[in-house]
């Protein structure tokens, strides 16, 4: 079964950096699109960036600039990078595989916390 174990979550104070891990396992990796989510207290679970099988990146426009995902095949991992952090950044942090076309699930790590804060 596919599992997505995040990592690298924490407390950084606003303008800092901070790097998310989300090391996957039980899947073909290199053939799916992954991303990141954020859900903040009282929130929706809203989409973050996305990075295609073969490195196409997207990213809500609160974060382009800022942050950077990026994957590793060969490590089954990927990343996301977030320079000039901000107290809106705060949330719990969601890795996602996203299912292919007309095949299989998405899948969803277990989050890590991410604070900004001074």
């Known amino acids: 079964q596919v599992q997505l174990v995040e990592s690298g979550g924490g407390l950084v104070q606003p303008g800092g950096s901070l790097r998310l891990s989300c090391a996957a396992s039980?899947?073909?990796?290199?053939?799916?699109?992954m991303g990141w989510y954020r859900q903040a207290p009282g929130k929706q679970r809203d989409y973050v960036a996305s990075i295609s099988s073969t490195g196409i990146r997207n990213y809500v426009d609160s974060v382009k600039g800022r942050f950077t995902i990026s994957r590793d095949n060969a490590k089954n991992t990927i990343y996301l990078q977030m320079n000039s952090v901000k107290p809106e950044d705060t949330a719990v942090y969601y890795c996602?595989?996203?299912?292919?076309?007309?095949?299989?699930?998405?899948?969803w790590g277990q989050g890590t916390q991410v604070t900004v804060s001074s």
């Open positions: 996602k595989q996203f299912a292919r076309a007309g095949s299989g699930s998405d899948y």
């Open positions: 039980g899947s073909i990796f290199s053939i799916y699109t």
